[in-house]
């Protein structure tokens, strides 16, 4: 009997499993996604992001609502603004964003946890920094609670997006413990009566949302096509056909049974620093029109039905400080065209 060879066996194993993995990866470049119909177009809205840029941020929100006349926005519960001090909790910025959609009838995703869209990721009041992990934890959940009752009752919340990306490492940010999440789920799962969808969310390019999935009833991912990357010390523009975000939402779908949105579509530029910081010139780099119609072109072949375009704050300072109108314009005509 011959003796089998187990060092070849195992390479042989290897070099099937690769064959097939790059097999599988040229899969996911090749193709075209089925046209979406009826997308729905929404923003997200940061207080933080509008006064960076030295914006009266009040302002900028009722332009976005009824200028620009989105159907669909996404806001920040920002840990550090609702709660500047232990258990004193400032609802009044947060109510006026709640309610002025409420009046409107724009549904809202209301996003909740420490770690938050808009730089450094994390928002941690100052009190709770000092804190063990433990503690904090039981700090964050006490403050989601406190949201959670709060607006609860608004029927123009669709949904509730928990932390923000919290399996990718970005940001001044420490790691969000899996376990920890999963009690922030359950518990704004227990404490909402309408059972509204829960969003977990997930880098769009490089990560398969299997976790995500798992965790969320509805997968929400980032969508960027030009960027600054510090490795490289250099702009790169992401190689992914929009056939490629289609295949791996397909892939939740079959395996989890979840929708997947796009709840951050590039609309802004991305440089080397904050962009109160980067020169208009070097703004352009990464967005400007041209890029921004291409973007919207891009998402639409993606086969997704649900975008919320990020960087509605920047196109106002554009219009405001820079007498520069375009963007926010072909913004209208797109909101005006929402199902």
Known sequence: ????????????????????????????????????????????????????????????????????????????????????????????????????????????????????????????????????????????????????????????????????????????CPRIDENVLKKEIQLVKSLDQWQRPIIITDSGSNRFWFKTAQLGDIVGISLYRKAWFKEFHSYVAYPFPPVFYWKKAQIVRKLFGKEVICTELQAEPWGPVLLDELPLEEQKKTMNLEQFKENIDFATKTGLREFYLWGAEWWYWLKENENQEDIWNVARDLFKNKP
């Open 1 to 172: 009997m011959k003796k089998i060879n187990i060092k070849r066996v195992i390479l042989l194993f290897f070099l099937i499993a690769g064959f097939v993995f790059l097999l599988f990866l040229v899969w996911l470049f090749i193709g075209k996604a089925p046209t979406a119909y009826n997308i729905i177009w929404g923003v997200s809205f940061s207080q933080k992001q509008a006064q960076l840029l030295g914006l009266p941020w009040k302002k900028v929100y009722l332009a976005i609502l009824d200028d620009l006349g989105v159907g669909a926005i996404k806001i920040i519960a920002y840990w550090d603004l609702i709660e500047p001090e232990e258990d004193n909790y400032l609802f009044d910025d947060l109510d006026f964003q709640i309610k002025e959609a409420q009046k409107r009838k724009v549904k809202t995703i209301l996003v909740i946890g420490k770690k938050v869209p808009r730089w450094p990721e994390c928002h941690i009041p100052s009190w709770a920094e000092g804190m063990s992990t433990v503690q904090q934890e039981r700090e964050v959940l006490d403050m989601i609670q406190k949201v959670v009752l709060r607006y609860r009752n608004v029927e123009t919340i669709k949904a509730w997006q928990i932390e923000n990306e919290p399996f990718f490492r970005f940001g001044n």
